[in-house]
Protein backbone atom coordinates (compact mmCIF):
# COMPACT_ATOMS: atom_id res chain seq x y z
CA UNK A 1 0.00 0.00 0.00
CA UNK A 2 2.49 2.44 0.95
CA UNK A 3 4.14 4.14 -2.19
CA UNK A 4 6.90 6.63 -0.15
CA UNK A 5 10.32 3.60 0.26
CA UNK A 6 12.36 3.77 3.00
CA UNK A 7 15.15 1.96 4.58
CA UNK A 8 13.34 -1.10 6.75
CA UNK A 9 16.09 -0.52 9.26
CA UNK A 10 19.11 1.82 10.58
CA UNK A 11 21.40 1.92 13.37
CA UNK A 12 23.72 3.65 15.43
CA UNK A 13 25.75 4.44 18.84
CA UNK A 14 24.39 6.99 20.96
CA UNK A 15 25.64 10.37 20.08
CA UNK A 16 26.07 9.36 16.44
CA UNK A 17 23.73 10.70 14.05
CA UNK A 18 21.76 8.76 11.21
CA UNK A 19 19.35 9.89 8.55
CA UNK A 20 16.49 8.15 6.99
CA UNK A 21 15.48 8.45 2.97
CA UNK A 22 12.21 8.37 1.67
CA UNK A 23 11.70 8.00 -1.94
CA UNK A 24 8.82 9.03 -3.71
CA UNK A 25 7.41 10.68 -7.13
CA UNK A 26 6.48 13.63 -8.86
CA UNK A 27 2.67 12.78 -7.55
CA UNK A 28 3.66 13.15 -4.42
CA UNK A 29 7.23 14.31 -2.56
CA UNK A 30 7.99 15.92 -5.89
CA UNK A 31 4.88 18.59 -5.57
CA UNK A 32 3.77 18.41 -2.28
CA UNK A 33 5.19 18.77 1.72
CA UNK A 34 7.32 16.59 3.49
CA UNK A 35 5.90 15.89 7.12
CA UNK A 36 7.65 13.09 9.70
CA UNK A 37 6.44 11.13 12.34
CA UNK A 38 7.99 9.58 15.38
CA UNK A 39 5.93 6.36 16.50
CA UNK A 40 7.66 5.14 20.31
CA UNK A 41 6.38 1.01 20.69
CA UNK A 42 2.74 1.20 21.01
CA UNK A 43 1.92 4.62 21.25
CA UNK A 44 0.67 6.71 18.46
CA UNK A 45 2.83 8.78 15.65
CA UNK A 46 3.99 11.98 16.72
CA UNK A 47 4.39 15.00 14.24
CA UNK A 48 8.29 15.88 14.46
CA UNK A 49 9.12 17.38 10.94
CA UNK A 50 6.25 19.47 8.21
CA UNK A 51 6.54 21.62 5.70
CA UNK A 52 9.86 19.63 5.05
CA UNK A 53 12.09 21.26 7.42
CA UNK A 54 9.85 22.69 9.58
CA UNK A 55 9.86 21.27 13.62
CA UNK A 56 6.96 21.91 15.57
CA UNK A 57 7.16 23.26 19.43
CA UNK A 58 8.91 21.02 20.95
CA UNK A 59 10.76 18.76 19.16
CA UNK A 60 14.51 19.69 19.98
CA UNK A 61 17.13 20.42 16.84
CA UNK A 62 18.57 17.47 17.15
CA UNK A 63 15.67 16.22 14.58
CA UNK A 64 16.43 17.78 10.73
CA UNK A 65 14.26 17.75 7.81
CA UNK A 66 15.02 18.33 3.98
CA UNK A 67 13.81 17.30 0.55
CA UNK A 68 15.30 17.26 -3.13
CA UNK A 69 13.27 16.46 -6.04
CA UNK A 70 10.98 13.31 -5.48
CA UNK A 71 12.93 12.59 -2.11
CA UNK A 72 13.68 13.57 1.66
CA UNK A 73 15.77 12.99 4.54
CA UNK A 74 14.96 12.97 8.22
CA UNK A 75 17.97 13.11 9.75
CA UNK A 76 18.61 12.52 14.26
CA UNK A 77 22.00 13.71 15.23
CA UNK A 78 23.09 13.21 18.94
CA UNK A 79 21.69 9.88 18.66
CA UNK A 80 19.41 8.69 22.27
CA UNK A 81 18.29 5.84 23.94
CA UNK A 82 15.07 7.61 23.55
CA UNK A 83 15.03 8.45 20.00
CA UNK A 84 14.86 4.45 19.43
CA UNK A 85 11.61 4.37 17.16
CA UNK A 86 9.73 3.88 14.05
CA UNK A 87 10.12 6.53 11.74
CA UNK A 88 7.16 7.64 8.82
CA UNK A 89 7.72 9.83 6.21
CA UNK A 90 4.03 11.19 4.82
CA UNK A 91 2.88 13.43 2.22
CA UNK A 92 0.12 14.27 0.19
CA UNK A 93 -0.26 12.37 -3.26
CA UNK A 94 -2.02 14.18 -6.27
CA UNK A 95 -2.14 11.18 -8.88
CA UNK A 96 -5.60 9.68 -9.54
CA UNK A 97 -5.98 7.66 -6.43
CA UNK A 98 -4.89 11.21 -4.62
CA UNK A 99 -4.33 11.09 -0.44
CA UNK A 100 -2.11 10.88 2.29
CA UNK A 101 0.31 8.02 1.59
CA UNK A 102 2.93 7.34 3.86
CA UNK A 103 6.15 5.69 3.92
CA UNK A 104 7.03 2.70 5.00
CA UNK A 105 8.85 3.01 8.16
CA UNK A 106 12.26 2.63 9.27
CA UNK A 107 13.29 1.33 12.87
CA UNK A 108 15.69 3.02 14.40
CA UNK A 109 18.02 1.51 17.02
CA UNK A 110 20.29 2.64 19.32
CA UNK A 111 23.44 0.36 19.60
CA UNK B 1 -5.71 20.08 27.05
CA UNK B 2 -6.11 19.82 23.92
CA UNK B 3 -6.77 15.68 22.68
CA UNK B 4 -8.50 13.18 20.48
CA UNK B 5 -9.45 10.33 21.80
CA UNK B 6 -10.86 7.44 19.76
CA UNK B 7 -13.96 5.05 20.87
CA UNK B 8 -15.73 1.80 19.48
CA UNK B 9 -15.88 -1.41 19.93
CA UNK B 10 -12.91 -3.45 20.04
CA UNK B 11 -14.21 -6.70 18.48
CA UNK B 12 -16.52 -6.69 15.10
CA UNK B 13 -17.96 -10.05 13.02
CA UNK B 14 -16.91 -10.56 9.58
CA UNK B 15 -19.42 -8.87 7.82
CA UNK B 16 -20.40 -6.47 10.11
CA UNK B 17 -20.18 -2.77 10.28
CA UNK B 18 -17.12 -1.45 12.07
CA UNK B 19 -17.91 2.23 14.22
CA UNK B 20 -15.94 4.44 15.51
CA UNK B 21 -16.13 7.34 17.12
CA UNK B 22 -13.24 10.02 17.80
CA UNK B 23 -13.66 12.85 20.45
CA UNK B 24 -11.82 16.28 19.70
CA UNK B 25 -11.56 18.19 23.42
CA UNK B 26 -9.83 21.65 24.37
CA UNK B 27 -11.34 23.36 20.93
CA UNK B 28 -13.79 23.13 18.47
CA UNK B 29 -14.18 21.05 14.98
CA UNK B 30 -17.07 23.67 13.90
CA UNK B 31 -13.99 26.66 14.19
CA UNK B 32 -12.93 25.45 10.65
CA UNK B 33 -9.21 25.42 9.72
CA UNK B 34 -8.42 21.76 10.17
CA UNK B 35 -9.35 18.63 8.65
CA UNK B 36 -9.94 15.51 10.82
CA UNK B 37 -8.76 11.92 9.37
CA UNK B 38 -8.74 8.49 10.75
CA UNK B 39 -5.89 6.34 9.76
CA UNK B 40 -5.13 3.04 10.33
CA UNK B 41 -2.26 0.18 11.26
CA UNK B 42 -2.11 -3.28 10.65
CA UNK B 43 -0.42 -5.57 13.53
CA UNK B 44 3.33 -5.05 12.79
CA UNK B 45 2.85 -3.04 9.15
CA UNK B 46 2.73 0.56 8.03
CA UNK B 47 0.13 3.53 8.13
CA UNK B 48 -3.13 3.47 6.43
CA UNK B 49 -4.84 6.43 5.27
CA UNK B 50 -8.27 6.05 5.56
CA UNK B 51 -10.26 9.52 4.89
CA UNK B 52 -10.78 12.76 6.33
CA UNK B 53 -14.29 15.26 6.91
CA UNK B 54 -13.79 18.85 7.13
CA UNK B 55 -16.53 20.51 9.63
CA UNK B 56 -19.11 21.80 6.47
CA UNK B 57 -19.23 17.54 6.24
CA UNK B 58 -16.83 17.59 3.34
CA UNK B 59 -15.14 14.43 3.10
CA UNK B 60 -12.31 12.70 1.39
CA UNK B 61 -11.56 8.96 0.84
CA UNK B 62 -8.91 6.74 0.21
CA UNK B 63 -10.18 5.29 -3.32
CA UNK B 64 -9.07 1.92 -2.27
CA UNK B 65 -12.07 2.12 0.65
CA UNK B 66 -14.42 4.41 -0.62
CA UNK B 67 -16.83 2.00 -1.44
CA UNK B 68 -17.18 0.83 2.28
CA UNK B 69 -17.07 3.82 3.92
CA UNK B 70 -18.43 6.81 5.34
CA UNK B 71 -16.73 9.55 7.48
CA UNK B 72 -19.41 12.18 9.15
CA UNK B 73 -18.89 14.76 11.50
CA UNK B 74 -20.96 16.27 14.38
CA UNK B 75 -20.32 19.77 15.15
CA UNK B 76 -22.51 19.49 18.38
CA UNK B 77 -20.73 16.92 20.18
CA UNK B 78 -17.65 18.02 18.87
CA UNK B 79 -16.82 14.59 17.22
CA UNK B 80 -16.04 12.88 14.01
CA UNK B 81 -16.98 9.00 13.00
CA UNK B 82 -15.86 6.48 10.62
CA UNK B 83 -17.89 4.06 9.41
CA UNK B 84 -16.96 1.15 7.51
CA UNK B 85 -19.42 -2.04 6.29
CA UNK B 86 -18.79 -5.49 5.04
CA UNK B 87 -15.51 -5.89 7.28
CA UNK B 88 -13.34 -8.98 6.87
CA UNK B 89 -10.08 -9.79 8.78
CA UNK B 90 -8.14 -7.74 6.36
CA UNK B 91 -9.64 -5.02 8.64
CA UNK B 92 -8.29 -5.99 11.34
CA UNK B 93 -5.82 -2.77 12.77
CA UNK B 94 -5.01 -0.04 15.22
CA UNK B 95 -7.16 2.71 13.66
CA UNK B 96 -6.46 6.39 14.64
CA UNK B 97 -8.36 9.47 14.49
CA UNK B 98 -5.76 12.99 13.73
CA UNK B 99 -6.02 16.33 12.94
CA UNK B 100 -4.98 18.11 9.60
CA UNK B 101 -4.44 21.20 8.35
CA UNK B 102 -6.29 22.61 6.31
CA UNK B 103 -3.36 24.82 4.68
CA UNK B 104 -0.95 21.49 4.20
CA UNK B 105 -1.21 17.76 4.82
CA UNK B 106 0.67 17.54 8.39
CA UNK B 107 -0.83 15.46 10.80
CA UNK B 108 0.05 17.60 14.20
CA UNK B 109 -2.51 15.75 17.00
CA UNK B 110 -3.32 12.24 16.74
CA UNK B 111 -5.53 9.85 19.01
CA UNK B 112 -3.78 7.10 21.21
CA UNK B 113 -5.26 4.56 18.49
CA UNK B 114 -8.22 1.76 19.29
CA UNK B 115 -7.28 -1.70 18.47
CA UNK B 116 -10.16 -3.29 16.47
CA UNK B 117 -10.50 -7.24 15.94
CA UNK B 118 -12.79 -8.71 13.08
CA UNK B 119 -13.58 -11.79 14.26
CA UNK B 120 -16.50 -14.33 15.05
Known amino acids: QSVLTQPPSVSAAPGQKVTISCSGS????????VSWYQQLPGTAPKLLIY???KRPSGIPDRFSGSRSGTSATLGITGLQPGDEADYYC????????????FGTGTKVTVL | QVQLQESGPGLVKPSQTLSLTCTFS??????????WNWIRQHPGRGLEWIGY???????YYNESLKSRIVISVDTTKNQFSLKMRSVTTADTAVYFC????????????WGQGTLVTVSS
Open chain 2, 53 to 59: VFYSGTT
Open chain 1, 51 to 53: DND
Open chain 2, 98 to 109: ARQSSSSSWLDL
Open chain 2, 26 to 35: GGSISRGGHY
Open chain 1, 90 to 101: GTWDSSLSAGHV
Open chain 1, 26 to 33: SSNIGNNY
